[in-house]
């Protein structure tokens, strides 16, 4: 919810609706979307690194042929 500007978290442990929030009137339904869709830029971010760490490691394998 904060990475949807929903709800503020800019102090520790405190956390509150945003304006942007106040006046949302969101369903289950559209709670569950929101989700799916912050998850999945995680998931996409997460995929780049896994790929920049296997090109990482490949070349490192290449150039190590003396085994």
Do not use: C, P
Not at 15 to 21: E, I
Not at 54 to 64: F, L, M, P, S, T
Request: charged fraction near 45%.
């Amino acid at each position: 919810m904060v990475k949807s500007d929903i709800i503020d978290s800019s102090e520790r442990g405190i956390w509150k609706l945003t304006d942007k929030g106040y006046k949302s009137n969101l369903s289950d339904q559209d709670v569950y979307l929101l989700f799916r869709k912050i998850q999945d830029t995680f998931e996409r971010k997460r995929d780049v690194e896994a790929e920049i760490n296997i090109e990482e490691i490949d070349e490192d394998i290449v150039e190590d042929r003396t085994h």
